[in-house]
């Protein structure tokens, strides 16, 4: 005979999300490194390819996976609807104020002489069409997973039905 060991429902729930809070905790540890490499070090891309690599790639295959598998990308309830669009907020003002503190930094001299009502102009439109944009692939993500979503629905009715 076996020496098999029962398996917890508890413990695998609590293993696995300690496994999740570490995968957290590692895609923003690579953010953080990219970001500080880029912006602040002025790193060519040849020094943080592999983090860059690493966490696009993590993030590409946890999104597909999700809407593959039609799991809720924005969690349920109320708020879920209202989810793309906070997420398109939060990508714009971050776009917005990475490319703004970049640009100011670099060209300080040029807007100082030309106006500061140039720089604004150009915050204002990078804030809109990184909003627009990242809206737009939240709620394709967002549609595409509800499609999903349904379809799985109606295979388990059919299966239900039979």
Not at 118 to 138: C, E, P
């Amino acid at each position: 005979m076996k020496n098999q060991t029962i398996r917890d429902e508890r413990v695998i729930s609590q293993r696995r999300k300690i496994s999740s809070e570490a995968d957290g905790i590692l895609m923003f540890a690579l953010l953080a490194s990219i970001l500080l490499q880029q912006f602040i070090m002025n790193a060519p891309f040849k020094q943080y390819a592999a983090e860059f690599l690493c966490f696009f790639g993590v993030s590409i295959y946890k999104l597909v996976r999700y809407l593959s598998l039609g799991l809720d990308l924005n969690g349920s309830g109320t708020h879920s609807k209202r989810m793309p669009l906070i997420h398109s907020l939060i990508a714009g003002l971050t776009v917005t104020t990475v490319t703004g503190g970049i640009n100011y930094s670099q060209y300080a001299g040029k807007y100082q002489v030309d106006g500061i009502g140039y720089f604004l102009a150009m915050l204002l439109v990078t804030f809109l069409g990184s909003t627009a944009i990242s809206y737009l692939a939240a709620w394709l993500f967002y549609h595409q997973n509800t499609v999903t979503q349904k379809k799985i629905q109606q295979q388990l009715d059919d299966e239900e039905n039979r």
